[in-house]
């Protein structure tokens, strides 16, 4: 069994309902909710005009659509919406105009237990996603995300992870240590493979120095005080992942050597730019970005994501929220 096949077949025994806020103009989800549907891997509920996505396909007609022009608590969500979002300047009328964004509209919805996940981005950027969520769900300090790169190449045939490919910019070395955590938590919950975890640097112990090599040192450092996770750091990617490579840098006193599959990169400008570089050039499926720290989850598509991407990322969002259970 393949490992995607896996997480829906796990997903199809949680009995989750996840939201779609992007159903009314995404042939991609349309397709992608049919196969959901299908499948029983969860149940769905669309955000668009009901008779049009009917008229659309029939098969429509035994799904929960919800038009937030027509929804009757929409005046609730508008209230709701504006108490949670008053003290930061919006006022009554720019609530009521944007609770008919679908994406607001969504994401009040999931606030308020509709749904138990969401998944969107299609056919959006990744802000347009997160924003809402960011501005009204969220569960930590800060929110962080991270990319599931599934498929075979030279060097495993197992999935990894990289963080934080999508929300945190410029994480400082506190940041970058609960990127750390998460990540490999949440990587062993989905994939029951024991994280490895390499911070990554242009500089492999103490090779080089800088404020970005300080700052990952300080991480790792943190890191392996709060957690008996097996980790490496500062390392570079070559040394990360290569036994060979890591003998030579890091000696005998290395816990192991390389073949880490939890990849924390210093900043989002490394990280994004090297999950698709990954992707690309060694022909790996890019799922997420997968996020971590809201309360109830939301995750985003590549605008490029196929619709079994999509049906692989529900999934995922599906056991998350068999976790936040």
Known sequence: ?????????KAKQCKKTLIFPEAAFSDRIKQAVLYLKKHNICDVILIGDESSLIMQNKKFKSFKILNPKTFEKTDELSQALYEARKDKGMTADEAKKLILDSFYFATMLLKFDYADGMVAG????????????????RGDDFVSSYMLMVGKNSLTDNPFALADCGLTIEPTSDQLCKIALRTAEEFNKLTNIVPKVA????????????????KVKSAYQQFTKQSDIL????VQLDCALLENVAK??????????????????PDLNSANICYKAISYFGNLSAI????????????DLSRGATVMDIVNLSAITVLQCKEKK
């Open 199 to 214: 911070f990554l640097s242009y500089s492999t112990n103490s090779s080089a120095k800088g404020d970005s090599v300080d």
């Open 122 to 137: 299609a056919e959006v950027p990744t802000a347009t996603t997160f924003r809402p969520a960011l501005q009204l769900l």
């Open 288 to 299: 997420g970005p997968i996020a971590v720290g809201f309360s109830k989850p939301v995750n």
């Open 231 to 234: 980790a490496q750091g500062e």
């Open 248 to 265: 030579t840098k890091l000696g005998e006193n290395a816990k192991y050597y390389g073949k880490n599959n939890v990849l924390i990169f």
């Open 1 to 9: 069994m393949n490992f995607f096949k896996y997480l829906r077949n």
